[in-house]
């Protein structure tokens, strides 16, 4: 049977998701749980390959297996062999068309920055942080010319291994809750660093370094240089992954307080 699972981790302490020889991994993490209630080696399909230090709130995978567990044997079997860091907020059975990566229709990133100017203590690491007074109206400003379909080259990492630059930006959202600034980007797929890329432009925007034009001008370059800074990942949530409404997936995010709604 093929099962689909959502979880949510803390990111800080993982060299990524991906599997590395000799690294702690999300993957590694997830899969040795998993062994452990199949009774055999269970490997996963995730939706999105997360990077060293980003973390996630709605998370999705899948893995197949001959081992009969119930939902609740699987759910509560996995957290009970994660780490403290790592958890399983739902697990079903799903048809063998599923696939967590190639049939999700959009997926939804969440930015979060401290502006303030004192750097974070009890979020360090869960939160980026901008000493420099952020315009949020200019942000979003500059968050509209790049809203739609376009060729994304410039915001895309050197060594993203994607085939097409073209992305379906669907919504590009930017709010301030007190001292924090959120931006929140939601399409139909994402390329290597493009969340952080356009924040890194969005946050010079806000500074005053840059007028809102530039990001249309950014955008338009196709040019990875033309960009300016990347991001730093400490503020980077996978929030949820979205699905046609047959495979019935629940849009569970575990979101931390903090997290904040725009």
């Not at 697990?91 to 997926?107: D, I, K, L, N, Q």
């Not at 980026?128 to 509209?144: H, I």
């Not at 930017?174 to 139909?188: H, L, S």
Request: with cysteine.
């Amino acid at each position: 049977m093929r099962i689909a699972a959502i979880l949510e981790y803390d990111g800080a302490n993982f060299c990524g998701w991906q599997l590395q020889n000799g690294d702690r991994t999300v993957q590694g993490a997830v899969e040795a749980a998993l062994s452990k209630v199949a009774d055999h080696t269970v490997r996963v399909t995730v939706a999105g390959r997360t990077d060293t230090g980003v973390h996630a709130c709605g998370q999705v995978i899948h893995f197949d297996t001959k081992s009969r567990r119930s939902d609740y044997e699987w759910l509560r079997g996995a957290n009970s062999n994660l780490p403290a860091d790592v958890a399983m907020l739902w697990v079903g059975e799903v048809g063998p068309s599923f696939h967590a990566r190639f049939t999700a229709t959009g997926r939804c990133y969440r930015y979060v920055i401290l502006n303030r100017p004192v750097r974070p203590t009890f979020l360090a690491r869960r939160v980026s942080w901008d000493y420099r007074p952020l315009d949020v109206a200019a942000m979003q400003q500059a968050a509209r010319y790049l809203v739609g379909t376009h060729d994304f080259s410039s915001f895309r990492a050197a060594q993203c291994q994607a085939r097409d630059p073209v992305r379906e930006l669907r919504r590009l959202d930017v709010g301030r809750e007190a001292e924090f600034v959120v931006i929140e980007a939601e399409a139909n797929g994402f390329l290597h660093h493009m969340v952080r890329n356009i924040a890194g432009v969005l946050s010079s925007i806000g500074a005053g370094e840059q007028s809102p034009v530039w990001g249309r001008e950014v955008l338009l370059a196709r040019d990875r240089s033309a960009g300016g800074v990347t991001a730093p990942a400490d503020g980077l949530y996978l929030m949820h992954v979205q699905y046609p409404l047959h495979y019935r997936l629940p849009q569970l995010s575990g979101t931390p307080g903090f997290l904040l709604t725009c």
